[in-house]
């Protein structure tokens, strides 16, 4: 297939690319940045892309969006987070309404912060969406997404968890306490994490777009989500670090506010939809996902 990515260039959409790549796929990455490479085009995301470019790809994949974090969500950085996906995604759709012929199938960036906190229970693609910020963007971003549907185009829909990889990710900020001998876990340590390592994130896009049977929203987390002191005892023993250091939530949420309290909560997400059309983990559990990190840094 010849491929589209959006934020190619990113964490995700590096390795998503060549592993595609090694696949036999031809990939073409569009991103802000001026250059004269074969294999990208500069696109500024609120602009539609050109039907003859438009018109000569297989797949489109959307990873285009400011990061959510870290650092604090101001009124106008709230208006960036939604801005950027929601304007990307729309015009993406508006151009593959212009082309012809049309991609045959969109992948689209979502994320598990559609449902909202959530305490023991499990959250599966049927769960409903919650009424908070994140949430609200991720309705919003899914919305746009789908307008691609009424054109005959297939759509996937990835709610995408907290992404581990050695160079960027949810790892980022977690490893830097540990690194000096401070880490340990956020609040209480009860709220779950669910968590994918980036060949498995990049892993289910693949999957996506090879398997016509796979569309509608579909849950990017490890089959085996974990609590945040399960998952901050797994990262001390990755780096050969303690982690009894807890860190209190009133720190998290006068230090982050509204991300801070989203930090302290969490949500026990299964990716039932892929389990289901027969995916394959390579890294279900998070020790090993762990250990496969940092044993190749």
């Given at each position: 297939?010849?491929?589209?990515?959006?934020?190619?260039?990113?964490?995700?959409?590096?390795?998503?690319?060549?592993?595609?790549?090694?696949?036999?796929?031809?990939?073409?990455?569009?991103?802000?940045?001026?250059?004269?490479?074969?294999?990208?085009?500069?696109?500024?995301?609120?602009?539609?892309?050109?039907?003859?470019?438009?018109?000569?790809?297989?797949?489109?994949?959307?990873?285009?969006?400011?990061?959510?974090?870290?650092?604090?969500?101001?009124?106008?950085?709230?208006?960036?987070?939604?801005?950027?996906?929601?304007?990307?995604?729309?015009?993406?759709?508006?151009?593959?309404?212009?082309?012809?012929?049309?991609?045959?199938?969109?992948?689209?960036?979502?994320?598990?912060?559609?449902?909202?906190?959530?305490?023991?229970?499990?959250?599966?693609?049927?769960?409903?969406?919650?009424?908070?910020?994140?949430?609200?963007?991720?309705?919003?971003?899914?919305?746009?997404?789908?307008?691609?549907?009424?054109?005959?185009?297939?759509?996937?829909?990835?709610?995408?968890?907290?992404?581990?990889?050695?160079?960027?990710?949810?790892?980022?900020?977690?490893?830097?306490?540990?690194?000096?001998?401070?880490?340990?876990?956020?609040?209480?340590?009860?709220?779950?994490?669910?968590?994918?390592?980036?060949d498995d994130m990049a892993g289910i896009i693949k999957y996506a777009l090879e398997n016509e049977s796979v569309s509608g929203p579909v849950n990017a987390t490890a089959p085996g989500p974990v609590t945040n002191r399960e998952f901050s005892r797994a990262l001390g023993k990755a780096l050969h670090r303690p982690s009894f250091f807890a860190v209190p939530g009133i720190v998290i949420k006068l230090s982050l506010g509204e991300l801070g309290g989203m930090?302290?909560?969490?949500?026990?997400?299964?990716?039932?939809?892929?389990?289901?059309?027969?995916?394959?983990?390579?890294?279900?559990?998070?020790?090993?996902?762990?250990?496969?990190?940092?044993?190749?840094?």
């Amino acid at each position: 297939m010849r491929i589209l990515i959006t934020g190619g260039s990113g964490f995700i959409g590096r390795a998503l690319s060549g592993e595609l790549k090694n696949s036999g796929h031809e990939v073409i990455i569009a991103t802000r940045r001026r250059n004269d490479s074969n294999d990208r085009f500069t696109w500024d995301s609120h602009e539609l892309i050109p039907q003859d470019i438009m018109s000569g790809f297989d797949a489109v994949v959307n990873l285009a969006g400011e990061p959510v974090a870290p650092g604090r969500w101001t009124k106008e950085r709230k208006k960036r987070i939604l801005a950027s996906r929601v304007n990307a995604t729309r015009a993406l759709a508006e151009s593959i309404r212009n082309a012809n012929p049309k991609p045959k199938v969109l992948i689209s960036a979502s994320a598990v912060g559609y449902y909202g906190p959530h305490g023991d229970e499990y959250v599966t693609e049927e769960t409903p969406p919650a009424s908070d910020f994140l949430a609200g963007v991720c309705r919003a971003w899914e919305a746009e997404a789908l307008k691609a549907e009424e054109l005959g185009v297939r759509v996937v829909l990835v709610r995408i968890g907290g992404v581990l990889g050695a160079d960027g990710g949810a790892l980022a900020q977690m490893v830097i306490p540990f690194k000096f001998f401070l880490g340990g876990q956020i609040g209480n340590g009860k709220q779950w994490f669910s968590w994918i390592h980036r060949d498995d994130m990049a892993g289910i896009i693949k999957y996506a777009l090879e398997n016509e049977s796979v569309s509608g929203p579909v849950n990017a987390t490890a089959p085996g989500p974990v609590t945040n002191r399960e998952f901050s005892r797994a990262l001390g023993k990755a780096l050969h670090r303690p982690s009894f250091f807890a860190v209190p939530g009133i720190v998290i949420k006068l230090s982050l506010g509204e991300l801070g309290g989203m930090l302290l909560t969490g949500q026990r997400v299964l990716p039932e939809k892929v389990l289901n059309a027969g995916y394959k983990f390579k890294y279900p559990e998070v020790g090993e996902a762990l250990r496969a990190i940092f044993e190749k840094k």
